[in-house]
């Protein structure tokens, strides 16, 4: 295995020649061996996988060694990420594992890792990269027990009970499954839902993701339903990612939403209820968002990006909705507090049902600003932190601009922002940029390609960045 695996919020890499299969075994004894020693009366892992090629092995690789180590393991499905998670508050269960790369192409794959209804991330991670590199497992005498429960059909119930006001709602849906896991679930819960208007896309659950890669927050994955929208008489579109922690909506005029408006649209109705909420959202967020959680009332709080961070910001304000920039949603209102991008798929109908409008009519109270995309520059992993602490201390060094530190550098100016950080997902820095005027934006993209101009070639990244 290589180290580049060992991630921040997951174990995730190239299946071959980064994550090894004929490896996993020992790497999920080390994993059983870092539960136990974290907590002793641990007895029961429940373990899922998404539709990757390559799940089956893993599975079984991860599951002997889950049951060598003493674990009893119940065996959930192939499913999204969420139904796991779903088991840790539902079933009686200590921990979780899912085999998943989530979004990631077709040649990846991973573990995402939750011990009692937390997920192991940060130096938990690190602490068990250094116990698989000594080989640790758990000395054993009996070997646990192997159980099957196909616990899909309980989420479906689940959802279909707490949203059974929208049964047979009448709006004209296009979703868009991308061969991932969302397949295992959407088929029935558009059947049990009643919803005869709702259309999916590439329900067929296939590894080899034959139609786009599973991120609908990538407008180039999002092409075939953007055509179908545009041709068709759908009220809007859905997209949900490979294991369905992500649901990154579209409207009929093919104009893809971004995550930070969206969470507005979440909290209005729920700051409406409880004033005063906070709100937590990821530091790649739109400065619209602050404007008007702080117009309704709300107290808005920002967080470094990831969902375990996210979610970490969340306990700690005792808050009821969180987000990211990429479409995670947690709600913490009505529901445990985890990203579910099928759930999150289910507020925005209701959403939409509520308040008669249409998608576009929603996003317009968010602030109008000269937004760009988030860019993903391609950076190894050994230096992309180097780079983003060298470009942090000169920004810091100068008086013309204020910075957030909390994760790599938001450099602000009056007129608008720019955001340099080290991904914690891909071999790339994360980029994103936000003025008032076009001109505005452009100069600020300027200036961080200068920041960057001892590491990168700057017609490069002036091309990468669509720098006019």
Known sequence: MKDTIFREYDIRGRVGDEL???????????????????????????????????????KEAACNALLDSGLDVLFVGTCPSPVVNF??????????????????????????????????WGKAIGAIRDLYGEK??????????????????????????HFAHLQGMQLSILIDCGNGAAGTVLPQLVSRMHWMNVQLL???VDGTYPHHEADPTVEANMRDMKKMLIDGSYDC?????????????????????????????????????????????????????????????????????GHTNIKEQMKQQDSLLGGELSCHFFFKDRYFGYDDGIYAMM??????????????????????????????????????????????DIVSARS????????????????????????????????????ESPSALNRIKKEFVDLL???MDSQMLRAQLEIS
């Open 237 to 305: 579109g859905l997209g949900l990612d490979g294991d369905c922690d992500r649901m990154a909506p579209m409207t009929a005029s093919g104009e893809l939403i971004l995550g930070d408006t969206l969470l507005a649209l979440f909290a209005q109705p729920i700051v409406k209820a409880h004033p005063g909420a906070t709100v937590v959202f990821d530091i790649k967020s739109s400065a619209g968002l602050i404007e008007l959680l702080s117009a309704w009332g709300a107290t808005p709080c920002i967080s470094a990006t």
């Open 136 to 161: 640790k497992k758990v000395p054993v005498t009996l070997r646990g027990c192997l159980s099957e429960y196909e616990l899909i059909p309980d989420y479906i119930a689940w959802l279909a009970d």
């Open 347 to 392: 507020r925005l109908i209701e959403l939409l049902c509520d308040t008669g409008k249409t998608l576009e009519e929603l996003v317009a109270i968010f602030p109008h600003k000269y937004s760009s995309r988030e860019y993903r520059i391609a950076c190894p992993d050994d230096l992309k932190r180097i780079i983003v602490n060298r470009v942090t």
């Open 87 to 120: 088991a840790l508050h539902t079933l009686s269960v200590d921990g979780g594992l899912m085999i998943t790369a989530s979004h990631n192409p077709k040649e990846y794959n991973g573990f995402k890792m939750s011990l009692g209804k937390e997920p192991v």
């Open 400 to 435: 013309d601009v204020a910075v957030i530190t909390l994760d790599g550098v938001r450099a602000m100016w009056s007129d608008g922002w720019g955001i340099l950080r080290a991904s914690n997902t891909q071999p790339a820095l994360s980029m994103r940029f936000e003025a």
């Open 20 to 58: 090894r299969l004929d490896q996993v075994y020992d790497l999920v004894c080390a994993m059983a061996f870092y539960f136990i020693s974290k907590k002793p009366n641990i007895k029961k892992i429940a373990v899922g996988m998404d539709g990757r090629v390559h799940s089956p092995a893993i």
């Open 202 to 204: 590439y329900p067929e």
């Open 453 to 455: 101009a001892d590491d």
